[in-house]
């Protein structure tokens, strides 16, 4: 079992930054790939970034490729996501979620590829 709580949202003006933190509690956070999603009001649920467990792999989503990274500290039970050059499109609630089964990691794009998920924190851009 992983309890997942993000933090770091908040309002930011366009082309500002902000990083998101996804604390991990429970065993073997090194054993679950990590993976950053957005919705916006009305838009489907998007998956902005996945990071394999020992971080070799990243995936990025078009939209965001960039100016965002993800990262993650497997010793802190930590996955980190630095959003740069925010657009007021990147406004929505970004979750984080974990994977337990391995594989490729630029396939874990779907909600049904997620075994655990955190609440969410809001990022608004806008002027």
């Known amino acids: 079992q992983v309890q997942l709580v993000e933090s770091g949202g908040g309002l930011v003006q366009p082309g500002g930054s902000l990083r998101l933190t996804c604390a991990a509690s429970g065993r073997a956070f090194n054993m679950y790939a990590m993976g950053w999603f957005r919705q916006a009001p009305g838009k489907e649920r998007e998956c902005v970034s996945v990071?394999?467990?020992?971080?070799?792999?990243?995936y990025y989503t078009d939209s965001v490729k960039g100016r965002f990274t993800i990262s993650r500290d497997n010793a802190k039970n930590t996955v980190y996501l630095q959003m740069n050059s925010l657009k007021p499109e990147d406004t929505a609630v970004y979750c984080c979620?974990?994977?337990?089964?391995?594989?490729?990691?630029?396939?874990?794009?779907?909600?049904?590829?997620?075994?655990?998920w955190g609440l969410g924190t809001q990022v608004t851009v806008s002027s």
């Open positions: 979620a974990a994977r337990a089964t391995p594989g490729e990691t630029r396939t874990f794009l779907r909600r049904s590829d997620y075994d655990y």
């Open positions: 990071i394999s467990r020992n971080a070799g792999n990243r």
